[in-house]
């Protein structure tokens, strides 16, 4: 596998925390020599959609007109970590969405895209152009739904979005270039939490239906509206925690609730530390699906992720991000107004977060006080 990788400018993943590691032989998730995360795209219809749901939000994201309003970006306020060296910068959000008031972050050093200009390719690069150009890899469908409606949503998801640079092509597949949001950390925890009552999608074959659905049902997804896929926690001490997919399966509801817990602590921050920034960015996300009616998403992922060299909770740098649209569907395909299974899970997620650091659900986990420590 060393070799492979090497051969092709390419190296494995150290951080990935859900998913698989390897399919059909081949390494899910690598990292390329400009620090792009890259994903193993799944064949067919999965991999076409997951390619136009990134390239429509991309292309929101490339259309907006540049303001002189930014947020900052791995505040106790805002998703996403400051990348070492310096912190993010975002442009002020566009469209009345509710959850569109944080701008995304911007590449953390990674070549951009601007406008619909292309992106400088490279040897192996297949569509390398920005979404939403001529040369783009995505198929016409990425646009989604037409109307003002599509596109502030589109905005809206900007926030919590990585952003995307077309797809590579390695040993006769195409895997995805995404921004690389552990990157953001020198000692990255994270956590990713599969959103949604149910995983299965309307019209899905009957096999798929009747595998998720016993997955969703011997797990807390049918029951807490989600379930944790993975967690890599690195704490000051110098170890690192690592849980994947199949011990998550086996968390009951308190068991989930600690492992909340246990993803928070890198040895001296506690949970609210971690939690409060995270529940604000999850309540805006929230929001944003009470009224968003654009875009149905199934068996997709929230992914928290903080600073696990932090001393402070000023250090944490809390982010949220929004990943895995293989089964995203954009409106007029799975008609039904909002997409009340994926903000089932979320509010579940969010329960479960207020919980771990047991806060009433609607407000903050911590009050900070001026000098940075924890109000009694």
């Not at 390619?51 to 907006?64: N, Q, T």
């Not at 106790?76 to 959850?99: K, Y």
Request: with cysteine.
């Amino acid at each position: 596998m060393a070799a492979w990788t090497e051969a092709r400018g390419v190296r494995p993943y150290e951080n990935q925390v859900g998913g698989h590691s390897t399919k059909d032989g081949l390494p899910a998730s690598l990292v390329d020599e400009e620090g792009r995360f890259l994903k193993l795209l799944q064949a067919g219809e999965r991999g076409e959609r997951e390619v136009a749901l990134y390239a429509a939000v991309e292309r929101a994201r490339c259309s907006r007109p540049k303001s002189d309003g930014l947020v900052e970006n791995g505040s106790s306020s805002s998703s996403g970590g400051s990348r070492r060296g310096g912190g993010d910068e975002r442009q002020a959000a566009c469209g009345s969405v509710p959850g569109a008031c944080g701008a995304p972050p911007s590449s953390g050093g990674f070549p951009g895209v601007a406008g619909d200009s292309a992106v400088s390719g490279r040897t192996g690069d297949v569509g390398h152009a920005a979404p939403g150009s001529r040369n783009s890899s995505s198929t016409g469908s990425d646009s989604g739904p037409s109307g003002s409606g599509a596109d502030a949503t589109l905005c809206a998801l900007a926030r919590w979005v990585p952003r995307s640079f077309g797809t590579r092509t390695l040993c006769g597949r195409a895997y995805l270039a995404l921004e690389d949001a552990a990157a953001a950390y020198a000692s990255p925890c994270v956590l990713d939490a599969k959103i949604g009552l149910r995983t299965w999608y309307p019209g899905a074959p009957p096999a798929l239906i009747e595998k998720y659905r016993s997955k969703d049902e011997a797990t807390t997804q049918s029951s807490l509206g989600f379930r944790i896929c993975g967690v890599r926690v690195a704490r000051l001490d110098g170890s690192v925690w690592r849980a994947d997919r199949h011990w998550g399966k086996g968390l009951g509801p308190e068991g989930a609730v600690d492992a909340l817990r246990r993803f928070a602590d890198n040895g001296l921050l506690a949970p609210g530390d971690v939690f409060a920034p995270a529940l604000r960015e999850l309540r805006a996300l929230a929001a944003l699906f009470e009224s968003q009616s654009a875009y149905h998403l199934y068996s997709s992922s929230v992914l928290l992720l903080y600073e696990g060299a932090a001393r402070s909770p000023a250090e944490a740098h809390v982010g949220v991000r929004l990943i895995d649209f293989a089964h995203a569907f954009p409106a007029g395909v799975h008609p039904g107004g909002r997409d009340d299974n994926f903000l089932a899970g979320l509010r579940g997620l969010i329960a479960a977060v207020a919980a771990a650091c047991k806060a009433p659900v609607d407000v903050p986990c911590t009050v900070l006080q001026q000098d940075g420590g924890r109000s009694k």
